[in-house]
């Protein structure tokens, strides 16, 4: 699939993530934040929270989940990116980290699994689903 098609994709389901969130009384403070090595789809407030949400949007079916996908690896990059915004932006919130798998049909937003805590920089193995 060529990449702009994968942004495409992408789009959408950060785009309903954050109607989500917005429905929670969130606040979305930035939208892909990126840094050499790292990005970070959505970064929200919610009351005393700081929220480091990665999107994963997948088919209907799709043979390997949103939430596999954040591997190890993934967290790591995830958790040196937030370090990173947090420097930069020093705020008296407690960070979280949730992922949000988006299921999609066509550009239809089907289902949104959203798991909060899903991993912590204290155990990036550890998964909250």
């Known amino acids: 699939m060529a990449k702009s098609n994968l942004r495409a994709i992408g789009r959408i389901g950060e785009d309903a993530v954050c109607r989500l969130l917005e429905t929670r009384g969130c606040e979305i403070l930035c939208r892909n934040y990126t840094i050499k090595g790292g990005e970070i789809d959505i970064i929200a407030r919610q009351e005393e929270w700081l929220l480091f949400v990665e999107v994963k949007t997948r088919r209907q079916n799709a ?54 805590r899903a991993f912590d920089a204290s155990s990036p193995n550890s998964y909250g689903f």
Do not use: C, W
């Open 63 to 116: 043979l390997v989940s949103g939430t596999i996908a954040v591997n190890r690896q993934k967290q790591q990059r995830i958790l040196q990116t937030a370090l990173r915004y947090l420097m930069e932006h020093p705020l008296d919130l407690q960070p979280r980290f949730d992922v949000a798998e988006v299921e999609y049909t066509g550009s239809v937003v089907r289902h949104i699994h959203y798991i909060e």
